[in-house]
């Protein structure tokens, strides 16, 4: 039987994700650097662990040996991409993550050469970031070829935070935000942008965000211009707004270091059982040509629940070889209808 190396797999999400593929009969091999943890989770699930950080070679490539692809939840990514990367494509074994961190993904992209030789398909972004995203991305633009500007509004209601994703954003919060213009990624000041956006609930403010589609929707689609907005609770913006004034300060590894430590201290695990059931985001692509516009909008079960059942429904056909060798978006190698499978996605035309 095929099997899976999930990395990271006793943080919230990947708890999350291991439930879910042992309710599909996925075969499991669990694995990252805290034995402890690892020891009670694979008790629990009766699964086989191997305990090791992405540094320790040798152990890496060895857990790789024994299974045919790794499904990657340890971030922040920016952190542990490469390694575990470099080894899929060493060890000739497929590589996908939950990853939404735009440097990695842009990292991935120029590794799809050596990923091809390999016959190895990487794919970032297996989850809430990005795969409804990129999915809806995909189904807007080809309703519109030639399409020169994306703009792509998400609201979640209901969820939470997880301390692994607050953790990344820390990591990656010295950095400006991002859009993409011309081709090209570029640096923008946090909050440059804000628009009121209607779901259908009312007007919402969302305000500019590093999204990882900026960098997937133009692997895409080709739309060079790519501007990403997200609506956020007052007090994250707050967050926001001191990290654009304190973000130079953040280069320091001990001010990021003690920063993630209060949040485990004061942040939970992640969205209660409860909130994964009942919350539930919406998105909107809009693309223009100059002349014409398209919009469609896309609701979501809640974003960690949502990212547990499109990362194994991806393992699941890597494990059946329905893949594409190299660097892929999900919509390039899974279609713009992925998504629409899973219970609880509503596509709408605007």
């Not at 979640?156 to 400006?176: D, K, L």
């Not at 990403?228 to 590894?253: E, H």
Request: some cysteine; charged content about 25%; proline content about 4%.
């Amino acid at each position: 039987m095929k099997k899976i190396l999930v990395y990271g797999s006793y943080g919230y999400t990947g708890q999350l994700i291991v439930e879910h593929a042992v309710k599909e009969g996925l075969d499991l091999i669990l694995a990252g650097r805290d034995e402890k943890r690892l020891r009670e989770q694979a008790e629990k699930f009766n699964l086989p662990y191997r305990s090791f950080a992405v540094e320790e070679t040798a152990k890496l490539d060895a857990a790789l040996q024994e299974v045919d692809a790794v499904l990657h939840c340890a971030g922040p990514f920016v952190l542990t991409f490469k390694a575990m990367a470099e080894a899929c494509i060493r060890n000739k074994k497929h590589y996908v993550d939950i990853s939404g961190e735009i440097e990695e993904f842009e990292a991935l992209a120029l590794m799809n050469d050596e990923a091809k030789r390999a016959g190895v398909m990487l794919l970032p972004g297996g989850g809430f970031d990005v795969v409804p995203s990129d999915c809806l991305i995909a189904y807007t633009a080809g309703k519109l070829p030639g399409a020169t500007d994306l703009k792509l509004y998400i609201k979640s209601i209901g969820s939470g935070v997880s301390r692994g994703t607050a953790r990344s954003g820390v990591e990656n919060s010295h950095r400006a935000g991002r859009i993409r213009r011309d081709g090209k990624i570029v640096s923008v000041p946090n909050l440059y942008d804000s628009k009121d956006i209607d779901f259908g609930r009312g007007p919402s403010k969302l305000v500019t965000m590093g999204w990882g589609d900026v960098s997937t929707a133009y692997h895409s689609t080709g739309i060079p211009n790519v501007t990403v907005y997200m609506g956020f609770p007052k007090s994250m913006i707050s967050v926001m707004k001191f990290t654009k004034v304190a973000g130079p300060l953040l280069y320091s590894r001990a001010a990021r270091n003690f920063i993630k430590w209060l949040i485990g201290i004061f942040f939970a695990p992640g969205p209660s059982r409860e909130k994964n059931k009942t919350g539930f985001s919406l998105l909107i692509a809009e693309v223009t040509d100059g002349t014409k516009t398209i919009r469609a909008k896309l609701r979501t079960p809640e974003a960690y629940y949502l990212t547990a059942l499109t990362s194994v429904e991806i393992m699941k056909h890597i494990l059946s070889n329905d893949l594409k060798p190299g660097f892929q978006t999900p919509s390039k190698v899974y279609g713009a209808d992925f998504i629409l499978q899973f219970a609880g996605v509503e596509r709408e035309d605007l």
